[in-house]
């Protein structure tokens, strides 16, 4: 028989993440040839996920350039990726999220007429400013994609108000599970400073990250403010900001964050230390989206530091909450997770609407069906508690 042939496409650490456990799988399905290709829109965080995860692009289009525009990015990936589906000539062509990585690889594929396949489908804000360009990144994918692969009902419900088929969706939790049981060892050690150092068992460690564009100025200063208002008013706080490379980014928390007690600006981490870092916090402030997925799969409460979020389901089920970016709401609402123990309590323990760590699976199967090899789809995910590697 011959094999079908699936190209996945991405290009920054977030997208290598989730589907570098769907690249393995597929690599070892014997009805399936895959080709990796890279955009490579993030150059050193994808380089350092591509090794950890042992993946080799087939195709890299390495268009990386200093102070790019999303305009840069969309040009160069649409061009770039013209030419290797024309070489190719794919059956399928794979896209993750919401990256322009995202949009410029599942518009290509629609230019040559190949089939495109969206993993992490059906994500919505209402707000087309809100992640941005995040939130019509993944419109514009959908109403290009034919297959759907969506991580919760809710995002299922999202593609059918737009009218996509629901033969062509399939539930299928979020591969960032799947990755995220791979990585992550309560034996884990760190051995860089300031971690290697921190008291983890004595001190309730607070994970920030924060650099999204549309927080950039007077919100993130506002956020910033809560975080040294934190630190300043328990003593038993550290915090650990692991700080985008972003100029701006890095002039902001160096000025309102610099220097103070407790509280470590590092650089970026690679994904093995920061799933661990992930495990060992108290609580996670962000205003990023995968990790309020990849938290609440460690019973790590997540305070959202964003007005919306397109993830929906954890508030829902109470593992995360929108915290906002004003300065006394942020302060507050991680006060309340740090002082009343219950309701730290029921956010940590809720139950995690975001995958059972077989989301690639699923994908795989569901794939294997639309090209005529499984007679049936896989069974939807749904949500129930947790199943934790045992060793977290």
């Not at 919505?124 to 360009?133: E, L, V």
């Not at 108000?161 to 799947?178: F, M, S």
């Not at 989301?359 to 569901?366: F, L, M, Q």
């Given at each position: 028989m011959k094999k079908i042939r699936i190209m996945t496409v991405f290009g920054t650490r977030p997208e290598a993440i989730k589907m570098a456990p769907l690249v393995k799988l597929m690599r070892q399905n014997r009805y399936i040839e895959t080709v990796v290709c890279v955009t490579a829109q993030h150059r050193e965080m994808l380089d350092q996920v591509l090794g950890l995860f042992d993946i080799v692009p087939d195709y890299d289009l390495d268009i990386m350039q200093d102070r790019q525009t999303l305009t840069d990015i969309t040009?160069?990936?649409?061009?770039?990726?013209?030419g290797v589906i024309n070489k190719v000539k794919p059956d399928m062509l794979l896209v993750h999220g919401d990256t322009t990585t995202t949009f410029a690889g599942s518009l290509a594929g629609f230019y040559q007429h190949v089939k495109v396949g969206h993993v992490e489908a059906g994500l919505?804000?209402?707000?087309?400013?809100?992640?941005?360009?995040?939130?019509?990144?993944?419109?514009?994918?959908?109403?290009?994609a034919d297959m759907h692969f969506a991580p919760t009902s809710g995002a299922k419900a999202n593609l059918i108000?737009?009218?996509?088929?629901?033969?062509?969706?399939?539930?299928?939790?979020?591969?960032?599970?799947?990755?995220l049981m791979q990585v992550v060892n309560s034996r884990y050690s760190f051995t860089h400073l300031p971690l290697k150092d921190i008291d983890f068992h004595s001190k309730r460690v607070i994970l920030l990250t924060c650099h999204r564009r549309e927080n950039m100025g007077a919100p993130m200063a506002q956020i910033f403010q809560a975080v040294r208002d934190l630190a300043e008013s328990y003593r038993d706080i550290?915090?650990?900001?692991?700080?985008?490379?972003?100029?701006?980014?890095?002039?902001a928390a160096h000025s309102v964050l610099g220097g103070r007690e407790r509280i470590h600006l590092i650089e970026p981490l690679d994904y093995l230390p920061f799933a661990n870092l992930i495990n060992r916090c108290y609580m996670v402030l962000t205003d990023?989206?995968?990790?309020?997925?990849?938290?609440?799969?460690?019973?790590?409460?997540?305070?959202?530091?964003?007005?919306?979020?397109?993830?929906?389901e954890a508030v829902q089920a109470g593992t995360v909450k929108l915290a906002g970016v004003n300065r006394a709401d942020v302060f507050r609402a991680a006060s309340q997770l740090i002082e009343n123990g219950n309701l730290y309590k029921s956010m940590a323990e809720a139950v995690n609407p975001y995958g059972d760590g077989?989301?690639?699976?699923?994908?795989?199967?569901?794939?294997l069906y639309y090209h005529g090899i499984n007679r049936t789809l896989p069974e939807d995910f749904m949500a129930k508690a947790p199943e934790r590697p045992a060793d977290i």
């Open positions: 040009v160069r990936a649409l061009k770039g990726l013209e919505r804000t209402f707000d087309r400013y809100s992640p941005f360009p995040e939130e019509i990144n993944r419109r514009l994918t959908g109403v290009m108000r737009e009218g996509v088929p629901e033969k062509a969706i399939v539930i299928t939790g979020n591969t960032v599970i799947d990755a550290e915090v650990v900001y692991p700080v985008h490379r972003n100029p701006a980014v890095v002039d990023s989206g995968g990790i309020q997925e990849e938290a609440p799969s460690l019973g790590k409460p997540v305070l959202v530091l964003r007005e919306v979020t397109e993830r929906p077989k989301a690639s699976h699923r994908i795989v199967d569901a794939l």
